[in-house]
């Protein structure tokens, strides 16, 4: 089955630096690529996405990049600020419905 | 906006106890799943839904169950609850569209420890 791994586990930047996570998966037939973030005591949110039709995406300070070949994608985001503090997930799966997550990393943004 | 919402937020129980994690989503949403977080092993899938009375196994389905007699619903199951079930357990759901990768909506988490 799918394997998704993520990398760092943790992160911190200070802020107004950009950060960036990677992931890679292992199934070729991977077509779709999710990022979540989670806050503290909450449930996580999805925060971009991308389709294995696309090689890039942004959305303001948020922008995801997806390599098929290499078999892995990266979030980017950029003049980060305490408010992007969270740990975040990186996802893929292959048709539908079902997700494979990756590890998370706990992002720090210091003042 | 779409409400995934689970009742308990923070339950503590007893091994060998039996325990229902309740979860209903408002968007009409075909699917629904059961996910389990934990420190370094990110979200694991333990069972999903495709339609009511319909269910399939994750990837750790081992000592849980679930119920889906209503669309809006989905409850997971620990038949006799263990301490190694202690965790947080997320549910989610998304809508059916035939197509790859549709979002997926987390409700807030229920915290369960085991005793």
């Known amino acids: 089955g799918e394997n998704v791994e993520q990398h760092p586990s943790t992160l911190s930047v200070q802020e107004g630096d950009s950060a960036v996570i990677k992931c890679t998966y292992s199934d070729s037939a991977s077509n779709y690529f999710p990022w979540y973030k989670q806050e503290l005591g909450k449930g996580p949110q999805l925060i971009i996405d991308?389709?294995?039709?696309?090689g890039e995406k942004k959305d303001q300070r948020i922008a995801v990049t997806l390599n098929k070949t290499a078999k892995h994608f990266s979030l980017h985001i950029t003049e980060t600020q305490p408010e992007d503090s969270a740990v975040y997930f990186c996802?893929?799966?292959?048709?539908?419905?079902?997700?494979?997550f990756g590890q998370g990393t706990r992002l720090t943004i210091n003042p | 906006d779409v409400k995934v919402t689970q009742s308990s937020r923070y339950l503590v129980k007893r091994t060998g106890e039996k325990v229902f994690l309740e979860c209903v989503q408002d968007m009409d949403h075909e699917n629904m799943f059961w996910y389990r977080q934990d420190p370094g092993l990110g979200l694991r899938l333990i069972y999903f839904?495709?339609?009511?009375?319909?269910?399939e196994k994750g990837d750790i389905p081992e000592g849980y169950s679930v119920s889906r007699e209503k669309k809006e619903r989905f409850s997971l199951i620990l038949e006799s609850a263990s301490t190694n079930q202690t965790s947080m357990y997320l549910c989610?759901?998304?809508?059916?569209?035939?197509?790859?990768?549709?979002?997926?909506?987390f409700g807030e988490g229920s915290w369960l420890t085991v005793v």
């Open positions: 996802a893929a799966s292959i048709g539908a419905q079902k997700l494979v």
């Open positions: 991308i389709r294995s039709n696309v």
């Open positions: 989610a759901s998304s809508l059916w569209t035939g197509d790859s990768g549709n979002t997926i909506y």
């Open positions: 839904s495709y339609d009511v009375k319909m269910k």
